[in-house]
């Protein structure tokens, strides 16, 4: 099974809406690595890291979002481990600050 990072910006209604917690949930019930955050612009960024099948099924969720969230676009990139740093040292997945 082959592994995958991915580093994923979403925006529409994404904030406000509990749009971070849904990907916490998500991310964590699919036991993948990561963090995600609120962007001062009004998107939320996320990285995902972990088996290749998982990631792109997490990605599939952040398109729908939680159900009062519009998500209108998602930009979806490679990642790379370095990453992975900014969350929490004790944390597999973490919700971090809006930057």
Known sequence: MSAA???????????GVGYRYFVEHEARSRD??????NRRD??????FSGPAEAVTAMIAACRRGPSSA???ALRDESGNPDMLNLREASE????????
């Open 5 to 15: 990072i991915r580093h994923v910006t979403i925006s529409g209604r994404v904030q």
């Open 32 to 37: 993948l690595e990561g963090w995600v955050r």
């Open 42 to 47: 009004g998107s939320v960024e996320a990285v």
């Open 70 to 72: 519009r998500v209108e």
């Open 92 to 99: 597999r997945f973490s919700v971090l600050r809006t930057v």
